[in-house]
């Protein structure tokens, strides 16, 4: 006797596919850049070892803590709450301990990384979406400067224009050859232009004539109000 087996569809509640979009977004810029953070330094633990044990288990333990870190970031997502830091710091200065962070564990074959942070102006309330948004483009643009640049200057600026909150994260790293990056480019760029675009805004990345790259955002300051 053959039986035969009668799958129903799953249904899925509403909202289901943003709530999923909105999930993978955060893992990738959320515990991506935190991760991507503690493997450099675990690279920098490596050669540290050898010449100054002091100093290794020192980075071990803010390795340690920066994982917990994590684990905690993991489960606000799980809960669809808002990153830590924000809340601890406020943006300006959650990027600045993120830069901070990640520019003291650039492999020694790519050379010093400095990250300034500038704002122009005077930056007015944020809503939470803009906030979070602007710190998630931040932060993914630091990791893939970090990673892939070469880059011994970083500048990320913010300011407050028509309506906007705009973001622009400037390297002098090797750049794209004088060419404009592709409007479909790897995860960590869709990812970008597809916040940006979730709260009406948009995001641009290109080349600077005297070497580098630029990425830009504009967030309007109305989303989420």
């Known amino acids: 006797m ?7 569809d799953c249904i899925r509640p509403a909202g289901y596919e943003d709530r999923l979009k909105r999930v993978l977004h955060d893992l990738h810029d959320g515990l ?16 540290l ?3 100054d044990r002091a100093a290794t288990e020192h980075l071990l ?23 830590p830091a924000l809340d601890e710091a406020g943006l300006v200065l959650a990027v600045r301990r993120y830069a901070a962070t990640l520019t003291g564990r650039v492999p020694a074959e790519h050379g010093p990384l400095r990250v300034d942070v500038e704002v122009r102006g005077e930056l007015p309330p944020l809503s939470a979406e ?5 710190y998630r483009i931040i932060r ?4 893939n400067v970090a990673r892939h640049s070469g880059a011994r200057q970083c500048t990320v600026h913010l300011w407050p224009l028509d309506g906007d909150l705009h973001v622009e994260i400037v390297d002098d790293g090797v750049g794209t050859d004088g060419e404009a ?13 597809e916040r940006a675009g979730d709260l009406g805004g948009g995001c641009r990345v290109e080349p600077v004539s005297s070497g580098g790259t630029r990425i830009a955002a504009w ?3 109305a989303a989420g109000k």
């Open 2 to 8: 053959r039986r035969t087996f009668v799958v129903a």
């Open 32 to 47: 991506g850049p935190t991760l991507t953070a503690a493997v450099l330094g675990l690279r920098a633990a490596r050669d």
């Open 49 to 51: 070892v050898g010449r």
């Open 61 to 83: 333990g803010r390795l340690e803590d920066e994982l917990y870190g994590a684990i905690t970031d993991l489960r606000r997502i799980v809960a669809d709450a808002r990153p």
């Open 130 to 134: 803009v906030e979070v948004t602007a």
């Open 140 to 143: 993914e643009a630091l990791v």
């Open 181 to 193: 990056l592709p409007t479909v480019g790897g995860t960590g760029l869709r990812s970008m232009r």
């Open 219 to 221: 967030l309007p300051l």
